[in-house]
């Protein structure tokens, strides 16, 4: 496996694109056997990076789809993190961390209203714990840091689900490791259902989809490489040229000329995506962090940073038996002008992420309808105060909030249970950064921006804030204890841009 390639990859795809539809599906329908046709640029590549090229085949392995893990009907699974093997790619073992063995980890699928029990074995090297991202749970339940389970404890996580029906997702959360452990395997998808969502007849089964999508760095050994000391720059957040979705190298998966429910996670440590398909110009946003929205919106792509959600309806109606479809990024230029691991695909890259086949006819009748859900406006004459967080970066590259390096034994912010607030979230560098709040669920007043995200519709947990940005979030505090809020690009919220607030009651 090599860089390069897949650098070069994206660029071919890019140029594709550009130069329209010639014989599209002939051209295609040799492609899922051989690489693209390679264009001048990587003639220049060394026959060593030419021989990888030939080893890995994009769009040839199947997408793989997490097992589930059903509420209340599983009896008190257990996840143990630990080290395992696993098939990323069909033809090597790569060393990763896994909960059950495998990857994808399960996803958690739970109706509102059903109680969650798992049992958590650490058998890592260090402590570690988990975090239910997006589930308003008790305190110590949450995940928090400070209640990290030493090796081989054992931690019982069980709480009712109290919330709105959504795409939630859970990972590990150790002080100052949670991107390696990511990284390396440690997150899965967590799924609330709901009543109200069932009636709306939205596409399920073979016709609803998650994809979780990370971008992964291999040496040609096929391991994964995290942080690169001789690279500083890392520290901004690791990028890589590998694009997985559901744990699998630019994969492929077959559907129907139907409607397709696609849940889609950033599970990356810092790439953004702007998500588009290369032959299909619309389709629908319905969903964003913590449910689905008050009705659909129409668009030709969208925006997802590190931690975010979005439920989308993509229809291949007009496609044909054989035809191809890409899910790519169209790179995010405007998230940063800083200066990452050059030898990796920039913010602004265009990548395949994966590709669709057409195998099958199908007569969809199905309507989405206007009317997806209600979602009650909390008012700003609510609020009993605004509090603004600041994100800095300090002298020796120290991502911090408010100019304080995370220490997690100090409470940062004090709020008292049952009120309203609004966050005001100043990001003063040239950098775009995804801000979370454990503990609530939140919706977005406004940003002084120029990008407008229709995201910002939705109920959130992680909101994008953009270089020199101030975004304006409303929330209620709901549950008692001590919660974190953090940037949820990986290496800078293990870099100290974290802190702690505690909801008193
Ligand atoms: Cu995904 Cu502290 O969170
Ligand atoms: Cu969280
Ligand atoms: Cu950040």
Redesign the pocket.
């Known amino acids: 496996m090599n860089r390069r390639y897949f650098l070069h990859l994206s660029v071919i795809s890019a140029g594709y694109l550009l130069a329209g539809c010639e014989d599209r599906g002939a051209t295609d329908k040799k492609q899922s056997q051989k690489p693209p046709e390679i264009d001048s640029d990587l003639e220049k590549l060394s026959p060593q990076v030419e021989k990888l090229a030939e080893d890995f085949i994009p769009f040839s392995q199947k997408l793989k789809i997490p097992s589930e893990i059903n509420f209340p009907q599983a009896s008190k699974p257990v996840f143990t993190a630990q080290k395992s093997e696993v098939n990323i790619f069909e033809d090597a073992k790569t060393e990763v961390l896994t909960f059950q063995g495998d990857l994808p980890n399960p996803t958690i699928r739970i109706s509102k209203g059903d109680t969650f029990d798992l049992n958590l074995v650490n058998k890592l090297a260090d402590p570690t714990i988990i975090?239910w991202?997006?589930l308003i749970v008790p305190e110590e339940m949450d995940g928090h840091p400070k209640d990290a389970i030493e090796t081989n404890q054992i931690k019982h996580y069980h709480y009712s689900v109290n919330q709105n029906a959504g795409t939630y997702w859970y990972h590990t959360h150790p002080h100052g490791r949670t991107g390696e452990e990511i990284y390396h395997g440690l997150s899965g998808l967590y799924i609330v259902d709901n009543k109200d969502e069932e009636s709306l007849n939205l596409p399920k089964d073979e016709f609803e989809i998650p994809l979780i999508i990370q971008d992964r760095r291999f040496d040609n050994k096929r391991q994964l490489l995290y942080k690169d000391p001789n690279f500083l720059q890392d520290h901004n957040g690791v990028m890589g040229d590998v694009i997985l979705v559901n744990s699998t190298p630019l994969p492929f998966h077959e559907v129907k000329t139907g409607k397709y429910r696609l849940r889609i996670l950033n599970a990356s440590s810092v790439r953004t995506y702007k998500l588009a398909f290369d032959t299909i110009e619309k389709f629908l946003l319905i969903g964003t962090d913590a449910g689905l929205l008050e009705e659909p919106i129409i668009v030709d792509s969208v925006v997802l940073s590190v931690a975010e959600r979005v439920d989308i309806i993509v229809d291949f109606k007009d496609k044909q038996v054989g035809d191809r479809v890409i899910l790519k990024t169209l790179g995010f230029k405007e998230g940063t002008n800083m200066k990452m691991n050059a030898n990796y695909p920039s913010f602004d890259a265009i990548m395949d992420i994966m590709q669709f086949h057409i195998t099958e006819e199908f007569q969809d009748i199905s309507v989405i309808p206007n009317n997806l859900a209600i979602i009650p406006r909390i008012k700003e004459s609510e609020a009993i105060q605004t509090r603004t967080i600041t994100m800095e970066i300090m002298a020796g590259g120290v991502w911090t909030l408010d100019k304080k390096p995370y220490d997690m034994h100090r409470i940062d912010q004090k709020v008292k249970l049952g009120t309203t607030e609004i966050w005001e979230i100043k990001n003063t560098v040239h950098m775009a950064h995804p801000f979370?709040i454990?503990g609530v669920l939140f919706q977005v007043l406004d940003r002084s921006g120029k990008i407008n995200f229709p995201t910002d519709k939705g109920w959130k947990?992680t909101v994008l804030v953009m270089p020199n940005e101030t975004v304006r979030v409303i929330m209620n505090f709901t549950v008692p204890g001590l919660f974190l809020y953090h940037c949820h690009i990986l290496e800078h919220e293990d870099h100290a841009m974290m802190a702690n607030f505690l909801v008193e009651g």
């Open positions: 975090h991202h997006g979370h454990h947990d």
